[in-house]
């Protein structure tokens, strides 16, 4: 089973959206998938509620996650998606002592890239310690009618190691009004926001060595 824990400490940059379509993208592709939120606002939970359809399962865990919760997930996933808390406390730290794979979210302005810094260092520093660890910065909510995301590319580029993926989530109203009635983009109309899960999700599998389905 290969976790994939979508983190970080600014609230509203996408995370729970990217972490519940991404778990739809695989489960599409065939895989076996299933989702921990260890966010207090429980967005995935609020979601799993909501939803008609017999996705992936939702777990809560506030308290932080257990390497016997995860041995005991890999008898029934293939991948583990794991919807981070949106601040520094111990669900983020287990989430990145088990993850494989790191997918950090940020909003394209430099004041959301900031205030994120000492969870993508924290990252940073265990990468230098476990280096069989993957990891990726995704932009969130893009304006793809404005340049404003090439000066943000620039400045994670000149400030930050962990590297910036190439496709993006664009700011599109799809995302929230699917999430809302306990759907996924999969389930819209919206081709462009389908696509560009697929390739975030595409980006990631390549970073783990896993082929696509």
């Known amino acids: 089973m290969k976790v994939i824990a979508v983190l970080s400490q600014k609230g509203g940059s996408g995370k729970s959206t990217i972490s519940i ?23 995935a939970r609020e979601w799993n509620a909501l939803s008609n359809e017999d996705f992936f399962p939702v777990y809560g865990c506030d308290k932080g996650i257990s390497e016997k919760e995860i041995k005991h997930l890999e008898k029934v996933a293939d991948f583990l998606l794991i919807d981070g808390a949106p601040r520094i406390e111990k669900s983020m730290t287990d989430a990145i002592r088990l993850a494989d794979y790191i997918l950090i979210p940020l909003k394209p302005s430099q004041f959301d890239i900031w205030a994120c810094k000492d969870s993508i ?15 990726g910065l995704v932009l969130s909510q893009v ?14 580029q000149e400030n930050f190691e962990i590297p910036l ?35 975030i999700t595409n980006e990631i599998l390549k970073e783990l060595g896993v082929e696509n389905v």
């Open 165 to 199: 993926l190439q496709h993006s989530t664009g700011s599109r109203i799809s995302y929230a009004e699917v999430l809302s009635s306990g759907g996924t983009v999969f389930e819209s109309q919206s081709k462009e926001a389908k696509e560009e899960i697929n390739q």
């Open 121 to 135: 260092e924290l990252v940073q520093t265990r990468m230098q310690i476990d280096d069989k660890l993957k990891s």
């Open 143 to 156: 304006n793809k009618k404005t340049n404003l995301a090439k000066e943000v590319i620039q400045f994670i």
């Open 21 to 43: 379509n991404i778990a739809r993208s695989l489960q599409l592709r065939g895989y076996n998938v299933a989702l921990i939120d260890t966010d207090p606002q429980a967005s």
